[in-house]
Antibody, heavy 122, light 106 residues
Framework: EVQLVESGGGLVQPGGSLRLSCAASGFTFSSYWMHWVRQAPGKGLVWVSRIYSDGSSTSYADSVKDRFSISRDNARNTLYLQMNSLRAEDTAVYYC???????????????WGQGTMVTVSS | DIQMTQSPSTLSASVGDRVTITCRASQSISNWLAWYQQKPGKAPKLLIY???SLESGVPSRFSGSGSGTEFTLTISSLQPDDFATYYCQQYDSLYSFGQGTKLEIK
């Protein structure tokens, strides 16, 4: 079964750090671009970050640039999001998502994890 | 940055109704548009990609159309399972989502 499972969320104080993980299974992880998307309580979806299949390129939303860092370990089939200098406005459910492969002919997000909650509060 | 605007924000409808949700992009995105369905406490689910292509396993009552800057998602005959929030997403230049349309039971 194709699956993404996030972990690492929790309560952290403003200015603190947290590292999220996303474990992939059921597909060739190293062949796919991966993303993080977040959703604040009661709000809509916001794209956060993207990484190429080989990790050679990354992109970030302006709101997290210079504070968050996306990475991956293809040997461990795991995606990461290192979050530093956390703010109250970073409070959200964080989803990892797979971009559809090139053979599918499109690049939408076809597989999503169940999400992990990050709460930034003192 | 490309801004995506959905309308309406909330839509009340009954089982069996035909409903349409509109998504507008702040600049042309060709057909690089997806639609997702999200239910409370759950991850989003891909419904439509490339503006009009149905994802495998998605019922044929869902359809998408449009290109450039204006797009629509249509549900031809609402079923009880369809009451959820729907998001459009552009993936022409990085990525951005619409603010969502909550489909409620009338």
């Amino acid at each position: 079964e194709v699956q993404l499972v996030e972990s690492g969320g929790g309560l952290v104080q403003p200015g603190g750090s947290l590292r999220l993980s996303c474990a992939a299974s059921g597909f060739t992880f190293s062949s796919y671009w991966m993303h993080w998307v977040r959703q604040a309580p009661g709000k809509g979806l916001v794209w956060v970050s993207r990484i190429y299949s080989d990790g050679s390129s990354t992109s970030y939303a302006d709101s997290v640039k210079d504070r968050f860092s996306i990475s991956r370990d293809n040997a461990r089939n795991t995606l990461y999001l290192q979050m530093n200098s956390l703010r109250a406005e970073d409070t959200a459910v964080y989803y990892c998502a797979r971009r559809a492969g090139s053979t599918s002919g499109h690049y939408a997000f076809d597989i999503w994890g169940q999400g992990t909650m990050v709460t930034v509060s003192s | 940055d490309i801004q995506m605007t959905q309308s309406p924000s909330t839509l009340s409808a009954s089982v069996g109704d035909r409903v349409t949700i509109t998504c507008r992009a702040s600049q042309s995105i060709s057909n690089w548009l997806a639609w997702y369905q999200q239910k409370p406490g759950k991850a989003p689910k891909l419904l439509i990609y490339k503006a009009s292509s149905l994802e495998s396993g998605v019922p044929s009552r869902f359809s998408g159309s449009g290109s450039g800057t204006e797009f629509t998602l249509t549900i031809s005959s609402l079923q009880p399972d369809d009451f959820a929030t729907y998001y459009c997403q552009q993936y022409d230049s990085l990525y951005s989502f619409g603010q969502g349309t909550k489909l409620e039971i009338k």
